[in-house]
């Protein structure tokens, strides 16, 4: 299937009345050929592998390289018959030099499959590779969406934490050393080519990790429940990576939140909670699933500058501005809000105390678990607030996901509300 560039632009914020009467019956899912979910199914990596090709190349960072379950796994690969080598110089939000470095060191052993081992910085690692050693460099000539050309190298995605999802999704994320931000590169050729979800490979990741990973997997999944929804054109598929809120991806995205918000803290409180841990692997895996075709929004948009004022983690930045988000957005996405708050207990009657319900579950599940409650507390400069605005307005794809308009104004109050905690806005 080919993907072309879209030139025009379908998207429509439609009245709650609309968004309940138009047709809702329009999905789309894209995956991985193969998705493998379960207690020890990393241990089927060299049998897939051996299935692909014959020269696999790893990318994992320097603390998984130096474990048994890296041993355990090249070990596999090697008896399966492949030629490996491993990179380990993957760096928490893959810097871009790093991807450099590892292409340049691993062209000339021409590998036929490159595996991910490790949080999503090792899966986005191992797709940017392919595509590099695919389609060549630089990579800034593939940012934004549909750029890619063509297929890229298959890659194999085993992650160790659960939360961003990049096992199953088109989208990888690199810190541009030269721009000094975040930037993305969104395309149907970047979805793995298998998934190996293990949950025990998530036994050892700690609290901390635990609690920013799984809040970083329930912000993808409510950002795509509560997308715009699109008309459904028959061109919508073939020109937008990202299609907004439809059938398909709500249903992944309300198991998603269901098991995030069910099994979460018990994974944050015992990281030995196998049951927990399956659990909230699964709702990560759902989540990517959901926001890999549906996509996120005002959250994800805002976090982008403020991860590169504060060089703080992106699950934590999106976590803090969820609720207020989520606030922004009520009266857009009440009944999705009743929908919400049906999955996770609370009750669907009323729309407007559904809405409330689901705003203060999601505060009091984030609390619980370490997440900051506003953008000072994670160290962003009051005098930068303007030029957190101006940088979010940038990310057009995110912005015009939201169910309702953002508009410079509407962006700039929802970052101070954010900022000092505010529960409502003032725009024009």
Known sequence: MGYGRTSSNSRTHQPLSARLTMNNFFGITRSPNSIIFGEGQRRALGGVAARIGQRALVCTDRRLSESDVMQELVGDLRAKGLAVQV????????????IDECVAAYRDFAPDVVIGIGGGSCLDMAKLVALALSHGMPLDRFYGELKVPGPTLPVIAVPTTAGTGSEVTPVAVLADSARDLKVGISSPYLIP??????????ITCPPGLTALSGADALTHAIEAYTAVRNAPDAALSQQRVFVGKNLLSDQHALAAIKAIFNYLPRAVENGADREARSMVMFGSLAAGLAFGTAGTAAAHAIQYPVGALTHTAHGLGVATLLPYVMRFNADACAADFAQIAGAIGGSTQDPADATE???????????????????????????????????????????????KPLTAAAVGSLVEAAYTGRDSFNYA
């Not at 080519?193 to 998530?202: K, R, S, V």
């Not at 000072?376 to 912005?399: F, H, K, N």
């Open 87 to 98: 990179f380990d110089g993957t760096q928490a939000e893959l810097p871009s030099d790093g």
């Open 193 to 202: 080519h298998t998934a190996i979800c293990d949950p025990e490979l998530t």
């Open 357 to 403: 319900y689901v705003i203060r579950r999601t505060r009091e599940l984030f609390a619980s678990i370490g997440i900051p409650h506003t953008l000072a507390d994670l160290g962003v400069p009051a005098d930068r607030l303007a030029w957190i605005t101006e940088q979010s307005m940038l990310a057009a794809r995110l912005i015009n996901n939201s169910p």
